[in-house]
């Protein structure tokens, strides 16, 4: 008994002890080019900075949590939710503007190949995400990011003349601020309502002789209550999305 237990313990040290075999890795493919990886890995690491700034998730993800906050549940629903819920909401808004990009793409790649023309179409491909950014951004913003570029590269007037309202340096802070004042507005819109109901329970409390009841803990169920009459998750995901029409 002893040496079969010994044996079935040993068998994982002998098996690990063997030199694994060589990853065998085909030529001509990225994987075996070292700096193509070193890129690829780049890229991917964009890929959430991408879609925090060029997507509407920054605006939506503001909102969900400007809800919570007003509705005064603390951490209902869970961060995790909130978050899942904005990506949501953020694929339907995007949705068209991906088609779009993808049957671009599509079109581009059978027009040059996988070939090095390939890269230099890549603004033909982002053509639809530009448009995106430029019409859900205010023209005052990028206006005011041309003017501050032009500063910044001083008397250099064929820089400056260089700077344009297209570009994507130009266009992308301009969309996330236009995203972030605009979050406020509707968060401001949503505070009202419960900050009434907030005051007219602290009155009633007040006038009651009730002043050692938190008009916060009395009113949270009424809150919840007049959110849910409204139906408020579905009119608030309803209006983000249609925002972009």
């Known amino acids: 008994m002893k040496r079969a237990l010994c044996v079935v313990f040993l068998l994982p040290a002998v098996a690990f002890a063997r030199e694994p075999a060589p990853l065998q890795v085909e030529s001509g493919t990225i994987a075996s080019n070292q700096l193509q990886m070193m890129g690829l890995m780049a890229g991917l690491a964009l890929v959430p900075f991408a879609i925090v700034m060029l997507t509407s998730f920054s605006k939506v993800v503001v909102v969900l949590s400007m809800?919570?906050?007003?509705?005064?549940?603390?951490?209902?629903?869970?961060?995790?939710?909130?978050?899942?819920?904005?990506?949501?909401?953020?694929?339907?808004?995007?949705?068209?503007?991906?088609?779009?990009?993808?049957?671009?793409?599509?079109?581009?790649?059978?027009?040059?190949?996988?070939?090095?023309?390939?890269?230099?179409?890549?603004?033909?491909?982002?053509?639809?995400?530009?448009?995106?950014?430029?019409?859900?951004?205010?023209?005052?913003?990028?206006?005011?990011?041309v003017e501050m570029a032009r500063?910044?590269?001083?008397?250099?007037?064929?820089?400056?003349?260089?700077?344009?309202?297209?570009?994507?340096?130009?266009?992308?802070?301009?969309?996330?601020?236009?995203?972030?004042?605009e979050a406020f507005i509707i968060a401001f819109l949503i505070f009202l309502p419960f900050l009434v109901l907030d005051m007219l329970l602290a009155n009633v409390l007040l006038a009651l002789g009730m002043q050692t009841l938190s008009p916060s803990q009395v009113s949270l169920p009424f809150k919840i209550l007049l959110f849910v009459a409204v139906d408020g998750w579905s009119l608030l995901s309803r209006g983000l999305i249609l925002g972009y029409r």
Request: proline share 5%; charged share 25%; glycine share 8%.
């Open 67 to 145: 809800v919570r906050s007003a509705l005064g549940t603390q951490q209902a629903p869970p961060t995790m939710v909130l978050t899942g819920l904005a990506a949501v909401l953020s694929a339907h808004v995007m949705a068209p503007t991906m088609e779009r990009m993808w049957a671009t793409g599509r079109q581009v790649e059978s027009e040059v190949g996988m070939s090095r023309e390939l890269a230099a179409r890549a603004g033909d491909i982002l053509g639809p995400l530009r448009d995106f950014l430029v019409k859900h951004g205010s023209p005052d913003e990028r206006a005011r990011f």
């Open 151 to 181: 500063e910044l590269r001083g008397s250099d007037d064929v820089a400056a003349k260089a700077v344009s309202e297209d570009d994507l340096s130009i266009v992308v802070p301009a969309f996330v601020i236009t995203e972030l004042k």
